[in-house]
Nanobody
Framework: QVQLVESGGGLVQAGGSLRLSCAAS????????MGWFRQAPGKEREFVAGISWSGGSTYYADSVKGRFTISRDNAKNTVYLRMSSLRPEDTDDYYC?????????????????WGQGTQVTVTS
């Protein structure tokens, strides 16, 4: 079992930055591919970014490429999402997730564990 707890969400003006954190407990953190997803009420869940077990490989949705950076610290059992140049359309609940197999980073159904989410609101 893996428990994931996100933090760092909040209210920010367009053009601003936030850093989300996701702390993991339970099984060995470094054995999981980690991903960030986002979802607004009534909308489908959207892949944002993923990172490999060691952190050596990353992948981003086109909508955030060049603005968001995913990273991880396996010693601290934590994955981060640095969000810059935020836009109102980035407003969502953001979730981190852990995937044992890492076969398809963008597919939420492939992930085994999810956090409870943290809310990000970007005002214009």
């Amino acid at each position: 079992q893996v428990q994931l707890v996100e933090s760092g969400g909040g209210l920010v003006q367009a053009g601003g930055s936030l850093r989300l954190s996701c702390a993991a407990s339970g099984r060995t953190f470094s054995s999981f591919v980690m991903g960030w997803f986002r979802q607004a009420p009534g909308k489908e869940r959207e892949f944002v970014a993923g990172i490999s077990w060691s952190g050596g490989s990353t992948y981003y949705a086109d909508s955030v490429k060049g603005r968001f950076t995913i990273s991880r610290d396996n010693a601290k059992n934590t994955v981060y999402l640095r969000m810059s140049s935020l836009r109102p359309e980035d407003t969502d609940d953001y979730y981190c997730a852990a995937d044992r197999r890492g076969s398809s980073w963008t597919r939420g159904n492939e992930y085994n564990y999810w956090g409870q989410g943290t809310q990000v609101t970007v005002t214009s």
